[in-house]
């Protein structure tokens, strides 16, 4: 959970190119969507020859998330969730029953937050926040499918236990949640948060993924891997000494 800046669509749309990929194959698009209180940055994704997409990280505003996907003209199959904090799953179990869909994600290990969240949401004066079980959980290594899209998992924990990172390597961006901000990182004083291996997946889950993998955050402004690992406080390599 983190702060971010005024609630909006963000007009940071686009479709990643790779000179390795065909102009025929199909992209990933995204539209940023900062939701409740919390600015949590919801990600609609969907694949552009299908039109088929995906929620990730629908922490709430559900009506207003359907309504985006209506504007682009996207069929949501899915919602993913990288982890099981409120601000990230608190609407998951809502757009599941409005459009029958399945939850993929986060990490089992994520259980005991997704079963906390409507007791969290009462606690934070977050309304309609639900509790929620996945259809499928995610490991290490496992991929997700967006239409004809497919999109990796890292299981990052740290900010939580179970939390996973989706990433689509050819075009270069990864859906991080609480993982690493730009100029941050994930709280770890939450419940079984733990700074050392949050740290520990950064350098050896996302790192190897390249510099120039821009990533979305769960708050606040992307930024690519290249960037954090000069500038970020935290784990740039100056700060961790691996220079």
Same mark, same amino acid.
């Given at each position: ?8 669509? $963000?007009? +940071?749309?686009?479709? +990643? ?7 025929? $194959? ?19 994704? %969907? ?21 985006? *996907? ?5 069929? /949501? ?5 990288? #982890? ?7 609407? =998951? =179990? ?9 939850? &993929?994600?986060?990490?089992?290990? @994520?259980? !005991?937050?997704?079963?906390? /969240? ?10 309609? *926040? ?6 499928? +959980? ?6 997700? $499918? ?16 179970? #939390? ?10 990864? !859906? ?13 004083? !939450?419940?079984?948060?733990? #700074? ?10 996302? %790192? ?10 769960? #708050?606040?402004?992307?930024?690519? !891997?290249? %960037? &954090?690992r000069k500038t970020n406080?935290?784990?740039? @390599? ?6």
């Amino acid at each position: 959970m983190r702060a971010a800046s005024p609630r909006r669509i $963000s007009p +940071w749309q686009g479709r +990643w190119r790779s000179s390795r990929v065909s102009e025929e $194959s199909p992209r990933l698009q995204v539209a940023i969507i900062p939701v409740t209180p919390f600015q949590q940055n919801c990600s609609l994704v %969907w694949c552009t020859r299908t039109m088929r997409g995906a929620l990730i990280d629908p922490g709430g505003e559900v009506e207003r998330l359907l309504g985006a *996907a209506r504007q682009q003209g996207v069929t /949501i199959d899915k919602v993913l969730l990288t #982890h099981g904090h409120l601000d990230h799953a608190g609407g =998951a =179990a809502a757009v599941k029953r409005a459009l029958g869909v399945p939850i &993929e994600g986060p990490h089992q290990d @994520d259980l !005991f937050l997704l079963e906390a /969240i409507a007791e969290q949401g009462e606690r934070y004066g977050l309304k309609g *926040a639900e509790s929620c079980l996945p259809d499928r +959980w995610l490991e290490d290594g496992d991929t997700v $499918s967006v239409g004809e899209i497919t999109i990796g998992v890292r299981h990052c924990p740290g900010h939580t236990p179970g #939390h996973v990172v989706f990433y689509r390597a050819d075009q270069r961006i990864a !859906f991080v949640g609480d993982v690493l901000f730009r100029g941050s990182v994930g709280r770890t004083d !939450f419940p079984r948060g733990n #700074h050392g291996a949050l740290v520990e997946s950064i350098l050896t889950r996302l %790192w190897p993924l390249g510099d120039e993998m821009r990533f979305v955050p769960g #708050h606040g402004q992307i930024s690519t !891997f290249g %960037w &954090e690992r000069k500038t970020n406080p935290y784990v740039s @390599d100056l700060a961790l000494g691996r220079e």
